[in-house]
């Protein structure tokens, strides 16, 4: 079973920067697709960032685009979002997300797409 672990988190002030971590362990040999969502409690749960099996297509919400950047340590079995110029909007719990397969095909921003999730990790922008 594949399990994923975010990381990173934490409250800063509008401008500044953050980098979230998403390990992955249990079944590490398989390539799988990965991607960012974020979700609130009043809003649907939103796709940020994907990237592919062997990271080398990037793809990006509109809201954040210019902003962030996803990639993939594959040796590592880590994925990283780099958050710059983080804003109030940017107030969210980040999720880490993976897919195989099949599912690696279907839209990345539909949250039905993929298979596994982490726990998800705090980020607060705040003045």
């Known amino acids: 079973e594949v399990r994923l672990a975010e990381s990173g988190g934490g409250s800063v002030k509008p401008g500044e920067s953050l980098i979230l971590s998403c390990l992955r362990s249990g079944f590490t040999a398989s390539r799988a697709c990965m991607a960012w969502f974020r979700q609130t409690p009043e809003n649907e749960r939103e796709a940020v960032a994907f990237?592919?099996?062997?990271?080398?297509?990037?793809q990006y919400a509109d809201s954040i685009k210019g902003r962030f950047t996803i990639s993939r340590d594959r040796a590592k079995n880590t994925l990283y979002l780099l958050m710059n110029n983080l804003q109030p909007d940017d107030t969210a719990t980040y999720f880490c997300a993976a897919a195989f397969g099949g599912h690696c095909t279907l839209p990345w921003s539909e949250a039905k797409t993929w298979q596994f999730w982490g726990q998800g990790t705090q980020v607060t922008v705040s003045s």
């Open positions: 990237i592919d099996v062997l990271g080398t297509t990037e």
